[in-house]
Each structure stands twice: as structure tokens, then as C-alpha cells.
């Protein structure tokens, strides 16, 4: 661990740039059931079920 962290201690060489990733995993949902619109006396009403659609990586990228 301890040598690739030392990667991003050199300095930057912009022939050599350091490339990093990061991975992200996301739920991919939907609302269950439609919220309910505002109405006079009463706040928005948004019901807690959802319906699951599986999971994504999302992979960042970044030059260093």
C-alpha cells in the first residue's frame, strides 16, 4: 500500500501524468407508487416503496 501511495507524492510530469480510478457502486430504482402534489394545508406526500433495477459501477477518472 504504501508504494502506491508514494506515486502520488512525485511531482507532476506532464509526459508521465499519474491516472487514477475509482470505482462507485449505484442501486439503479424507481419510485413505486407516484408521490402526491402539494394541496392547501398539506405538504407533498412521497411513499417510501421503490421497485429495484439492479446495480451499476460507476468509474471515475482523473489525471493527477
Known sequence: ???VLDVYKRPYDPKNPVICMDESPKQLIEEGRPGQ???PGRE???DY???RHG???VLWLMNH
Open 1 to 3: 500500500m504504501e508504494r
Open 44 to 46: 407533498a406526500r412521497v
Open 55 to 57: 446495480v451499476v459501477n
Open 49 to 51: 416503496e421503490y421497485v
Open 37 to 39: 402534489s402539494i394541496k
